[in-house]
């Protein structure tokens, strides 16, 4: 039998960051996603509501690649109190050939943390402005911080504002990300105070009531949702989605059932038949982004497996390259 190669959180750390081959990688994905016959079934996923958790599996198996990746991740939400992270898990990597064990990524979340930072990246990247160059990020948690710095991979951003629920690690949040980003980061005590002057909106949070609502957001605006994965979360008003604005999603199938679309349809905003497009189909011309600059565009980001398997495999190449990890014989 072939080795298998264990590979820890330090060891990806190592090997992998969110950097602009992170977000090329995602990019690719995106773009096969609308081009060629890849196969993602719907996530699966087990909810455990009296500790305010959730265990995912994702997966996607995308031609041409040699290996795909089947994801385990939890969320526990209340675990900061216990002093742990909220997120954690690992990946698993198959060979597309012979189906057999390449890898174990036990990542904590990390690749995941990456892939979704890299993806609201793509999202700026063909949807705000060109010149944007003020971000307001909703949240103060790991992603908060990433998708902040992703940006500045993407777009020029010069100033940023950070809004969480708790203004204590907004605070904390902004004077980190001032330092390490060596620009202008500010703390607010409301949504309205951290949008006013935003081009880019980044939602980061678990949130089961909208914190971002239509008297927010102004034109020419971009709105990134990447919070609301599963029905019960819900960060935009819906409303916002149902006043037409421009709205594009990662999977149109998986946002009406689990993402900010799923709420616009239930509150009959939008119809359930209403066809958007997505993300790849930007970035493979199929369909045009932001048309405008006076234009509300807005990119619902429920993650997908083909962004697992994507940076998975990139992962794992890279420690290969570089002889990372611990190999065994089953």
């Known amino acids: 039998m072939p080795d298998i190669r264990i590979l820890t959180e330090a060891e990806l750390r190592s090997q992998i960051s969110l ?3 992170a977000i ?13 016959s890849v196969v993602m079934p719907p996530i699966m996923r087990l909810d455990i509501l009296e500790n305010n958790g959730e265990i995912d599996v994702k997966t996607a198996y995308i031609p041409g690649l040699n290996s795909l990746a089947i994801k385990i991740s939890p969320g526990f939400f209340d675990n900061p109190s216990l002093g742990l992270l909220s997120i954690n898990g690992l990946m698993v990597l198959f060979s597309t050939k012979t189906g057999l064990v390449e890898a174990l ?4 979340g990390f690749l995941t943390d990456i892939r979704t930072a890299a993806a609201g990246a793509v999202a700026a990247k063909y ?17 908060a911080r990433l998708q902040l710095e992703a940006l500045t991979l993407v777009r020029d951003i010069k100033t940023a504002t950070i809004w969480a629920r708790d203004f204590s690690k907004a605070q904390v949040l902004a004077e980190q990300l001032k330092h390490k980003l060596s620009i202008e980061v500010i703390a607010c005590e409301s949504v309205a105070d951290a949008t006013l002057n935003a081009d880019i909106i980044v939602s980061t949070t678990p949130s089961n009531k909208p914190i971002l609502h239509q008297t927010d957001i102004k034109p020419g605006q971009h709105i990134t949702a990447m919070g609301s994965d599963s029905e019960h979360k819900n960060e935009i008003e819906p409303a916002i989605i149902g006043n037409g604005i421009s709205y594009f ?4 199938s998986q946002c009406a059932a689990l993402g900010e679309l799923h709420h616009a349809i ?16 930007v970035i493979s011309e199929q369909n045009a982004g932001r048309k405008n ?3 509300i565009t807005l990119c619902d980001l429920t993650g997908t497996g083909i962004q697992d398997t994507a940076i998975a495999t990139l992962a794992y190449q890279q420690c290969l390259r570089h002889k990372a990890g611990t190999t065994f014989t089953t």
């Open 266 to 281: 239930e509150q009959g905003l939008i119809a359930p038949t209403s066809s958007f497009p997505e993300l790849g189909n």
């Open 24 to 36: 090329e990688c995602v990019e690719q994905a995106f773009h096969a996603l609308a081009t060629k």
């Open 293 to 295: 600059k006076n234009e």
């Open 249 to 252: 999603c990662d999977r149109l």
């Open 19 to 21: 950097d602009l081959s």
């Open 127 to 143: 949807l705000s402005r060109a010149n944007s160059q003020h971000a307001a990020i909703l949240g103060a948690g790991t992603q």
């Open 105 to 108: 990524l036990l990542d904590n």
